[in-house]
């Protein structure tokens, strides 16, 4: 008789990781990929952070291109967002800029070949999301090589950040 409230207990807090736990985000290495929003094209799920990382060759640059783009709107992206970072994401003064609504973010080139896609969104309200393809392009300028980021993208890489 009084297993039964501690069965439902364990299987409430079971069921809230499966929902807060989704898996997403990644680092895509391949000179050319696609990637999507957790469930695309169903809705997104509440609750989520995903974070990509694209690494092209050293010396290239990454095009990003969105397919399709709906997301929550609010006027200053409060509640889901998109957030593309020319580099690693942890650098707020690399960012490209932030998305919601459903007004596609127009075409982006990284200054180097790093770039970061973070995607957020919060408990309420979900849409179909996203679906991006990025591919290596070649950049147009050289760029003086920024040493002080590689420590930071060396740990990010090897899972310690
Ligand atoms: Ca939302």
């Given at each position: 008789?009084?297993?039964?409230?501690?069965?439902?207990?364990?299987?409430?807090?079971?069921?809230?990781?499966?929902?807060?736990?989704?898996?997403?985000g990644?680092?895509?290495?391949?000179?050319?990929?696609?990637?999507?929003?957790?469930?695309?094209?169903?809705?997104?799920?509440?609750?989520?952070?995903?974070s990509w990382l694209i690494v092209?060759?050293?010396?290239?640059?990454v095009?990003l291109?969105?397919?399709?783009?709906?997301?929550?709107?609010?006027?200053?992206?409060?509640?889901?967002y998109i957030k593309i970072y020319n580099g690693i994401s942890e650098d707020e003064g690399n960012l490209l800029g932030t998305f919601?609504?459903?007004?596609?973010p127009?075409?982006f080139t990284s200054s180097w070949n790093v770039m970061s896609i973070i995607f957020h969104?919060?408990?309420?309200?979900?849409?179909?999301?996203?679906?991006?393809?990025y591919?290596?392009?070649?950049?147009?300028?050289?760029?003086?090589?920024?040493?002080?980021s590689?420590?930071k993208l060396?740990?990010i890489?090897?899972?310690?950040?």
């Open positions: 008789h009084d297993i039964l409230p501690i069965l439902c207990c364990i299987i409430h807090v079971l069921s809230g990781k499966l929902q807060t736990g989704v898996k997403c990644g680092i895509l290495s391949a000179p050319s990929g696609n990637f999507s929003s957790p469930n695309f094209p169903g809705l997104y799920p509440y609750n989520t952070h995903c092209v060759a050293e010396g290239s640059s095009l291109t969105f397919h399709y783009f709906e997301l929550e709107y609010h006027a200053s992206c409060a509640y889901d919601c609504g459903d007004i596609s127009p075409q969104s919060d408990r309420h309200v979900a849409y179909r999301g996203f679906t991006v393809g591919r290596k392009g070649s950049l147009l300028h050289l760029m003086q090589c920024d040493r002080d590689w420590p060396e740990l890489l090897s899972g310690h950040v």
